[in-house]
C-alpha cells in the first residue's frame, strides 16, 4: 500500500449554498491536482453559514479547521493554503491566523504541522492589482460594443482592505474608461456607480460578478429578478442592463492568479 502523502494542498473559498456554484472550487481543485500530482488535494468552506446550509455530511461542508486537524491525524507534516477570496480581509486574515496557530506543538500536546503556507487572495499585493486588470478586460462579454459599460460587482469587506476595489477602478479607468467596479456591502457601491455611469453618457451597462463562484451574490443580489438587485437597480436608473453570471474562478485569466500565488505558497513550503 502506498504511503499517504505528506504534503498538502487545501484550497478555501467563502461558499455558496447554490449547487451549481461549487463548479468553480471543483475546476480550481482539479487544477491543481494537475499542478501537484504528489500532493493531496483538499477544499473548505470559509462561511460558517453556508457550512451550516451544506450540512456536516458535505464533502464541500467542512471548514478550514476541520481538514487542517483531519490532516495532520493522517500524516500530513506540511500544507499550503490558498485562499480563494477576492480581497485580502476579514476571511483571509483568519486563514492566516489559523494557519499559524497549526503550526508546532499544540495546547494538547499533539504536534501541529512542521510547516504551513498561505497563498494570498486575487487582489494580494499591487501587482496582483494590475495583473487582474488585465484579466478583467480579458474577460469581458463578446457582445459588447463600443460605448457600452461593464460594471462588475465586487464583495467588499471592511477596514482597509477594502481599498483594493478602489485600486483596481483606478487600473481599469487606465485601460478602459467604462470599465467599472462597485462593491455589494461596502463601498463604492450601486449609488456611487450610477452616478458615475451616467456621468459617462453610457446606456447599455454588461453587468459582471467579480466573485469567485456564480453563488447568491451573483445570481440574486447582481443580477436576480427582485427589486433589491444591482439589475433591477441599473433599469429603474434608465440604463439597458444585460447581466452576465460566470464566477471569477471559471475565468482561466483569473483563475491563473490564484493558481500562481498556489505555486509560490508551494515554493515556500518546500523551501
Given at each position: 500500500?502506498?504511503?499517504?502523502?505528506?504534503?498538502?494542498?487545501?484550497?478555501?473559498?467563502?461558499?455558496?449554498?447554490?449547487?451549481?456554484?461549487?463548479?468553480?472550487?471543483?475546476?480550481?481543485?482539479?487544477?491543481?491536482?494537475?499542478?501537484?500530482?504528489?500532493?493531496?488535494?483538499?477544499?473548505?468552506?470559509?462561511?460558517?453559514?453556508?457550512?451550516?446550509?451544506?450540512?456536516?455530511?458535505?464533502?464541500?461542508?467542512?471548514?478550514?479547521?476541520?481538514?487542517?486537524?483531519?490532516?495532520?491525524?493522517?500524516?500530513?507534516?506540511?500544507?499550503?493554503?490558498?485562499?480563494?477570496?477576492?480581497?485580502?480581509?476579514?476571511?483571509?486574515?483568519?486563514?492566516?491566523?489559523?494557519?499559524?496557530?497549526?503550526?508546532?506543538?499544540?495546547?494538547?500536546?499533539?504536534?501541529?504541522?512542521?510547516?504551513?503556507?498561505?497563498?494570498?487572495?486575487?487582489?494580494?499585493?499591487?501587482?496582483?492589482?494590475?495583473?487582474?486588470?488585465?484579466?478583467?478586460?480579458?474577460?469581458?462579454?463578446?457582445?459588447?460594443?463600443?460605448?457600452?459599460?461593464?460594471?462588475?460587482?465586487?464583495?467588499?469587506?471592511?477596514?482597509?482592505?477594502?481599498?483594493?476595489?478602489?485600486?483596481?477602478?483606478?487600473?481599469?479607468?487606465?485601460?478602459?474608461?467604462?470599465?467599472?467596479?462597485?462593491?455589494?456591502e461596502a463601498e463604492p457601491g450601486l449609488a456611487a456607480k450610477v452616478?458615475?455611469?451616467?456621468?459617462?453618457?453610457?446606456?447599455?451597462?454588461?453587468?459582471?460578478?467579480?466573485?469567485?463562484?456564480?453563488?447568491?451574490?451573483?445570481?440574486?443580489?447582481?443580477?436576480?429578478?427582485?427589486?433589491?438587485?444591482?439589475?433591477?437597480g441599473l433599469a429603474r436608473a434608465g440604463f439597458e442592463c444585460v447581466?452576465?453570471?460566470?464566477?471569477?474562478?471559471?475565468?482561466?485569466?483569473?483563475?491563473?492568479?490564484?493558481?500562481?500565488?498556489?505555486?509560490?505558497?508551494?515554493?515556500?513550503?518546500?523551501?
Amino acid at each position: 500500500m502506498a504511503a499517504a502523502p505528506q504534503n498538502a494542498i487545501l484550497l478555501a473559498a467563502f461558499g455558496s449554498r447554490l449547487p451549481g456554484a461549487t463548479d468553480s472550487l471543483k475546476a480550481m481543485q482539479a487544477r491543481a491536482q494537475e499542478l501537484y500530482p504528489d500532493f493531496r488535494v483538499e477544499t473548505a468552506l470559509t462561511s460558517g453559514t453556508v457550512r451550516r446550509h451544506k450540512g456536516a455530511a458535505s464533502r464541500h461542508g467542512r471548514s478550514p479547521e476541520e481538514i487542517l486537524r483531519s490532516l495532520r491525524r493522517e500524516g500530513v507534516t506540511r500544507l499550503a493554503v490558498q485562499s480563494l477570496h477576492v480581497a485580502p480581509g476579514d476571511e483571509y486574515h483568519a486563514l492566516e491566523r489559523l494557519a499559524a496557530s497549526m503550526q508546532g506543538v499544540q495546547r494538547d500536546g499533539e504536534p501541529g504541522f512542521e510547516r504551513v503556507t498561505v497563498g494570498r487572495p486575487l487582489l494580494g499585493s499591487r501587482e496582483d492589482v494590475r495583473r487582474a486588470a488585465r484579466a478583467v478586460l480579458s474577460v469581458l462579454p463578446a457582445d459588447r460594443a463600443p460605448g457600452e459599460a461593464a460594471l462588475f460587482m465586487g464583495h467588499g469587506t471592511r477596514g482597509r482592505a477594502n481599498g483594493v476595489y478602489q485600486d483596481l477602478a483606478d487600473e481599469l479607468r487606465v485601460l478602459d474608461p467604462l470599465a467599472l467596479i462597485g462593491a455589494l456591502e461596502a463601498e463604492p457601491g450601486l449609488a456611487a456607480k450610477v452616478d458615475e455611469l451616467r456621468g459617462l453618457g453610457v446606456r447599455r451597462v454588461h453587468l459582471l460578478p467579480l466573485l469567485f463562484a456564480r453563488g447568491v451574490h451573483a445570481t440574486r443580489d447582481m443580477a436576480g429578478e427582485g427589486g433589491n438587485s444591482w439589475r433591477a437597480g441599473l433599469a429603474r436608473a434608465g440604463f439597458e442592463c444585460v447581466p452576465h453570471v460566470r464566477g471569477a474562478g471559471e475565468h482561466a485569466e483569473l483563475a491563473d492568479i490564484w493558481l500562481d500565488h498556489l505555486r509560490e505558497a508551494v515554493a515556500r513550503l518546500l523551501a
